[in-house]
């Protein structure tokens, strides 16, 4: 069983920057991707980023590509997510997720494992 705990939420305003981390504990595996994925109120949860195993790949939705960046620390079994130029619409409960599969998925079905989200708040 592996728990996930996500951290680094907050307010911000807009054209801001946070920086979310997601730190991995109890049974651990070797080959997983790791992915983020957030939900607003009344809305879907939907998918932000994706990184494999190794860290050489990584997957956007087009509305964060350019703006958000996702990377892992393998040593630490946490991954990060960096988020530039924040717009209002980015204001959501930010979940990370760990699939027992070397490669990305995109849909929350694809995934084994979810933290309890961290919520971020864009203020224009």
């Known amino acids: 069983q592996v728990q996930l705990v996500e951290s680094g939420g907050g307010l911000v305003q807009a054209g801001g920057s946070l920086r979310l981390s997601c730190a991995a504990s109890?049974?651990?595996?070797?080959?997983?991707?790791m992915g983020w994925f957030r939900q607003a109120p009344g809305k879907e949860r939907e998918f932000v980023a994706a990184?494999?195993?190794?860290?050489?790949?990584?997957y956007y939705a087009d509305s964060v590509k350019g703006r958000f960046t996702i990377s892992r620390d393998g040593v630490k079994n946490t991954a990060y997510l960096k988020m530039n130029s924040l717009k209002a619409e980015d204001t959501a409960v930010y979940y990370c997720?760990?699939?027992?599969?070397?490669?990305?998925?995109?849909?929350?079905?694809?995934?084994?494992?979810w933290g309890q989200g961290t919520q971020v708040t864009v203020s224009s």
């Open positions: 990184i494999n195993w190794s860290g050489g790949s990584t």
């Open positions: 109890g049974r651990t595996f070797s080959r997983y991707a």
């Open positions: 997720a760990a699939r027992t599969l070397s490669r990305v998925g995109v849909s929350i079905t694809e995934y084994d494992y």
